[in-house]
Each structure stands twice: as structure tokens, then as C-alpha cells.
């Protein structure tokens, strides 16, 4: 169970958090290379992170942290590393010093994940509601809120962020979600509701793919014609180039012969 639990939060930490953090990062590492040696720490810590080495990108991280102990991007990438290493314990503690320096929604997001992890529901939902405080157009957010709020009992709030989450973006993997709450909750008229939503939506999909294949078909039909056309005109109007050619040599007068 609890290994099922730890594959839904990574899968929606790699959907929905990543993204937002390497948005960021860009920003942060800007800030941070005030020095070559910080710079350099930057590059050593992400390599190091690529190539799965945790050792080596934390002495680089805790290094940076010793040139500027200020660095909340140093502090957010330090509580990565930790989670996934499953010292959660220090994981969290780098999340709140960075959410110390710089408020942000993904150092929140992130403490959040962790406090699902270790079953702190309660706190996992409240960090959740900040980041959407500061956040709000994250559908990952709202998710994640709402798997807190499910095991916390509260199914109406938890539907709540759901359909949130699907007005920022229709997702059939949401509605299901939903789906599967109304069904526990022995709810059979609203669940039947919801799956008719799911119907409805994935025929709007295959509506709008067939009619995204039927344009693209198109476009080609017309871009080979168009070509085909352009080729015909082409060989016309050398033709006629060389017609208007010969005609122009018959009219000029012919040379008089000098005596």
C-alpha cells in the first residue's frame, strides 16, 4: 500500500511539479551566480543529480550554501535531493528555510508531498492551500489538495478542488478520480452522472482529433496542389516568354546595307 502511495505522489511531483520548478530555476540560478565557484557548484550539483549520484550533489549544494546561506534555490533543490532519498525529516526542513527566503507555491507544493508521504494529512492539505494561495492555476495543485482532503474524510471539499482542477484542465484521469469517490461513497446517481461527463468528453476528443487529422489531410491536399499548379504556370510562362520572344524578332526592321 504504502509503495502504491509513493508512486502516486512521484508520478504527480514529475506531471505536475517538475514543470513549475524548472520555470523557476531559471530564475534562481540567475541570482546565484554571482561567483565562477557558485557557478561552477550549480553545474556539479545538476549534473550530479542527472547522473543519480545524491552524495556528490549534495556536498556541491551544501558547498553552495556555504558561499550564500541565503539561497533558496540551493535550499529547494537540497529538499529535492532528500525526498528522494526519503530523508524526509531534512527534506522538510530545507523546504520551509527556503519557503523562508522566498515565498514561493512549489516549496509549499513540495512539504505538502512530504507530509502525504509520511500521513500527515492535515498539514499535507494546509501546505497544499497555501501553494494554491500563491498559486491558483496549477491543476496539480488542486490534486494533490484533494487526495489530502480524501483522506482526511472530507470528500465534498476534495470533489471540490477536483472540478477545479478539471475547469483549468479537462482531464478524464480527473473525472475518473471523482468518479471514484462518488462510487465509495455508495453515491450511484452522481457517479452515473460522472460517467456520462467521461463519455461525453472522450467523444469530444475523437471528434477534435478526427477533425485535426481531416485539416491536416486537407492542408497537404492543398499544398500539393498549390505546388502542382505553380510548376504548370511556371512551364506556361516560359513558353509564352519565348513566343513573345520570337515574335518581337519578326517586327524589327531589317538592317539597311550601306553602300
Request: hydrophobic fraction near 40%.
Amino acid at each position: 500500500m504504502l509503495a502504491a502511495v509513493l508512486i502516486l505522489i512521484l508520478a504527480f511531483y514529475t506531471v505536475f511539479f517538475a514543470p513549475n520548478w524548472n520555470e523557476r530555476n531559471e530564475e534562481d540560478l540567475n541570482e546565484t551566480r554571482k561567483t565562477p565557484q557558485i557557478k561552477k557548484l550549480w553545474g556539479l550539483a545538476q549534473s550530479a543529480m542527472r547522473e543519480r549520484k545524491p552524495m556528490k550533489a549534495e556536498k556541491a549544494l551544501l558547498t553552495i550554501l556555504k558561499f550564500d546561506e541565503k539561497n533558496a534555490a540551493a535550499y529547494n533543490r537540497l529538499g529535492i535531493l532528500y525526498a528522494k532519498e526519503k530523508h524526509f525529516k531534512e527534506a522538510v526542513e530545507c523546504f520551509e528555510i527556503a519557503q523562508s527566503l522566498d515565498n514561493n507555491a512549489s516549496s509549499l507544493h513540495n512539504v505538502g508531498l512530504i507530509y502525504f508521504e509520511t500521513g500527515k494529512y492535515e498539514k499535507a492539505a494546509m501546505a497544499f492551500s497555501q501553494a494554491i494561495e500563491i498559486e491558483g492555476d496549477q491543476p496539480g495543485r488542486y490534486i494533490a489538495y484533494a487526495k489530502a482532503l480524501e483522506k482526511l474524510g472530507n470528500r465534498s471539499k476534495a470533489i471540490e478542488a477536483l472540478e477545479t482542477a478539471y475547469s483549468l484542465n479537462p482531464s478524464t484521469v480527473v473525472l475518473r478520480h471523482i468518479l471514484e469517490i462518488y462510487e465509495n461513497a455508495g453515491d450511484t446517481e452522481s457517479a452515473e452522472h460522472v460517467r456520462e461527463r467521461i463519455e461525453q468528453l472522450q467523444l469530444e476528443k475523437a471528434e477534435a482529433e478526427a477533425k485535426s487529422a481531416k485539416t491536416q489531410k486537407r492542408t497537404r491536399r492543398i499544398v500539393k496542389a498549390g505546388t502542382k499548379v505553380t510548376a504548370e504556370e511556371t512551364k506556361k510562362a516560359a513558353k509564352r516568354k519565348i513566343i513573345i520572344k520570337k515574335s518581337a524578332a519578326k517586327e524589327l526592321p531589317k538592317k539597311r546595307k550601306i553602300i
